[in-house]
Structures are given as structure tokens and as C-alpha cells.
């Protein structure tokens, strides 16, 4: 950490007077300064830094036994000269660098318009800046703006503004941005550092008119959320994936306008998740990649609509570690729920065939319209619910449920494992014993059927005997029947017939179900037909 003679000067005339606690760049890293000072055993001026990057810093802002900063992180923090970090620049320049880059001509995405950029001075009225109303200033290094008005007079239209990716430090210097954007409705600020206001109230000026905030990667927790949220009072969507927030904590007159919450790639404690559920107008809800296991209503019982997120419709708990059937007996409770997306969790993962498990939550939760992006058609309930019936059928008996109205008391346990049964059952009527199907057992899920394939308008084709999983979908079977029988193109049809049902022939006619689902057992021929 050596300095050349003369430089030091020219260094420390470099750093800005509020430097500590600005953000930087260096060597395409950012960073916040934490220190400005001398350095035991050197010589000239050091910005002690901590990287938004742990892995880029050396240690916890200490260096030969003294402690010139802290870090969150043990190896966050380094010590830079200030001629290899840069503070930015201010919204004008980084606007007129943008205009100047593209104007031999060239076209460039600035707004909702794609613009012909010939420079500030060469913009016809058409094209001119004050007229844009979409600005994108990604990853231009932004720090905040000069005092005046000159932001107002330049871009006086601008509804959405993306800042993301900037060296923007705290609210104060953005607001300072954005107060001169009186129709600014839509604000992106991923991946920026921005320190809470010790008075958030003083800027809500700045904010009047906002409706749509990206504050994703900010590093920002739930109660810091909280603390800013009143300086966003017309807020309706709000994206806060990838920050620090673990446990949710009730929104006290803040945030009761939001219609969208983005929570998704953050570590948050399952059971604080029902502290945000009195958000009244909550529409979308995103938990995707949050570590939940469990999700509970426990103001109602089973079978109950609870007073939780009373507007939410659509739910996203994709990538999480839901494991058990009773957390889709919980979402039964959501009121307004018509969109949920499961996928890639043990519970869906862990049935060998998906169809099976995508008619269980569909017969679990009975107001869902899109199960995953899936829509659910009235034949897909129809089907899900009826099988739900058979499928839990003897449990039901097993539990104290009869067929005849007045002797049917199925046991707590069973209702509060099958909330929606006996709702199906007045839905539907109880099924007859010969449909009840006994629970298969894991190890018998994926068993290998021998099946004869026989051509009944070919004669010439000799009958094919194959071993075939239980588990394999009908469309699959029609695959290896083309390449079998040599008819590439061909459009199958298929039934089968069983010695237990001589004389009938029953039709194979959904691609999507499994052999199983159709009760083919070990020894039915199945019939080949094509056109």
C-alpha cells in the first residue's frame, strides 16, 4: 500500500467532504465507503471500503490489530486508494453521456418511443428529451444530482425511471432526483444501497404520485421497509426480492394500498408470514424461493374461510420446501385464491407421476382456476374431485363415514385431513363401493405391468408382449407403440380389455393420464388402432 511522492495531494482532493458512507465503484465492483483516513504503516489517503461482493473484500475493516471500520461480513472490507474509486456522476451528466453515446445516428430504447439520438442540441421536436416519459439510466453510475431545477426542465414527463444498478447512498439523494418528477409513477432502484431517512416523512413529496417501486438486491430488511413505507403512500406494487428480509412484522398504516408484494429469494420465517395477511387490497402475492415448509391460518378451523389476505388471487410458492398435503388444506381457507403456483417442492416432486399430484391440489383447494399457469377446466375438476373421492374413499369408511346421510360421522381427524370431503361428497354423492380405490402403496407406484398389444384391424401384426411401469403416461406408451409397430405419424388410438370385465372394451382417450389411472392391470391386452 504504497504512494508515489506528489500524488497524495492530488488523491485527497479527490475525495468528495461527505464521502463516508457514498458509494463507489472500483474496478466494476461497488462498494460503500465506510473510512477516509491514514492507514498504520503507510503512506497517504485510504478509502476503507465495504464491497456489496463479500468474496471481493480481505478482511472486517481492520488491518495490523486496529479497527478503522466494521463490516456485516467478515472478509467485506478493503482498503482502496481514492484514484481507483469512482463517486459517480450526477443524473444531468449521466442523461447527456446517454444522448451523446448514441448520436451518430444510431437507434436507442429511451422511452416508449424508440428515438433517432443526434445529441441534445440536434433533437427535432419530436424527438425532444423533454418529451420522453420513459427514462433508463441502468449502471450509469448515478450518485444524485446538483442543486436547482434543471432535472424539472430537462425531463419534465418521465413516468417510469430506472435507476438501477447506480451509486445512489441514501433516500435524501434520490429524492432529490425525483422531487422534480411530479408524473414519476414507476421507480427502479435494484441494486443500490440507500441508508433510511432518520425522518422518511420530509420526503414524501418526492415520492406523491408513485404506484410501481423495484427495490430488489437493496440489502434492505422488513422493518426498514416499514420505516420508508410512508414516504410511498399511493404504492400499489412493490418488488423486494433478493434483500435481508427474514421476519414480517404487521404494516400499521402503511402499505395498505399495495394490489402486488414481491417477497421471492429472500429467508423468511414461516410463521411471521400471516403478519402481512391483513393487507386488504393484496391481490398477488410472490413467495417463490422463501424457505417455507409450512403455512398456517389458525384464526379458523378446517373446512373455514379465514380473514387472511381477504383480495388475494394469486399465490407463487414455487421453489420452496412444502412437503406436506395439509398446507393445501390451508390455502383451501384464502377466500379469493384462483391462481397457485407449486412447482418444484417435495410435495409435487414427490409423486412419481405429476398428474397425480396436480389433481390432488386441485381437489384440495376448490375455487382454483390455474393451477402453475395450467388453466383448470370444468372436466379437470370434475375428474380431480371424483378420483379425490375413490381415492380416500376407505379411509372415509375406515373413519366412521357410511352412505346413508344419517350414519355418516367421518372422525375429526379425518376431516381435518380431508377438509373438502364431505363438501364433495354432498357435491358429487358417495361413491359405490366396487369404485373405491385402497391407497397404493409407495413401492407399488411405479410396478411393471406385462401387456399384450394386439391390432385388431390388422391381423398380419402379430400380438407384442411388453413390460411397462404402471406410472407411464398414455402419450408415452403411443411413442414406443410408432417405433414398435412402424408407424411414424400414425394417430393411435387405444383401449384395453381385462378378464375381469369380458366382453368389454374400455377406451384409453387422455395422453396426459398414466396406465395406471385407467386401472390397466398385470396381463390386459390393450387394443391398437390408428388412422
Known sequence: MRVRDGEESTMEEAVPVDAIGRRIVCDEERATVRYVGTVTSTKGMWLGVEWDNSERGKHDGSHQG??????????????????????????????RERYEKEREGEEFTFSSKTLEMVGFQGLTNKQRVENVIEVALRHCEIWGTAPGTEIRKTTPDVELLDLSQNLLSSWEALAAITEQLKKLRTLQLGYNRLTVPSDPSTLNHAFTNLRVLALTGCAITWPEVLQCAGMWPRVEELYLSENNITELQRPVDVLQSLTHLDLSNNSITSETLTEIGQLPRLVTLNLTNTGLTVIEFNDVPPGSKTAMFPALQKLSLMDNKIAEWRVLNELEKLASLVHLILQRNPLMDGERNPQTARQLAIARVGQLLQLTGSQITSNDR???????????????????????????????????????????LRKYGAPDESELKPEIPFALKNQLLTLTFVCPDDMDRKPIQKKLPCSMVVQKVKGLLHRLLKLPGAELRLSYTCSRMEGTEIEIDNDLKTMQFYSVEDGDSVLVRWS
Request: net charge positive.
Open 382 to 424: 370434475r375428474g380431480a374431485e371424483l378420483d379425490y373421492i375413490k381415492t380416500f374413499g376407505m379411509e372415509w369408511l375406515a373413519s366412521g363415514g357410511h352412505w346413508e346421510p344419517e350414519k355418516n360421522h367421518p372422525s375429526a381427524d379425518f376431516t381435518t385431513q380431508h377438509p373438502r370431503y364431505l363438501t364433495l
Open 66 to 95: 486496529v479497527s478503522y471500520f466494521t463490516c456485516r461480513h467478515p472478509t467485506g472490507g478493503s482498503f482502496v486508494r481514492p484514484k481507483k474509486a469512482s463517486f459517480g456522476v450526477d443524473y444531468l451528466t449521466a442523461l
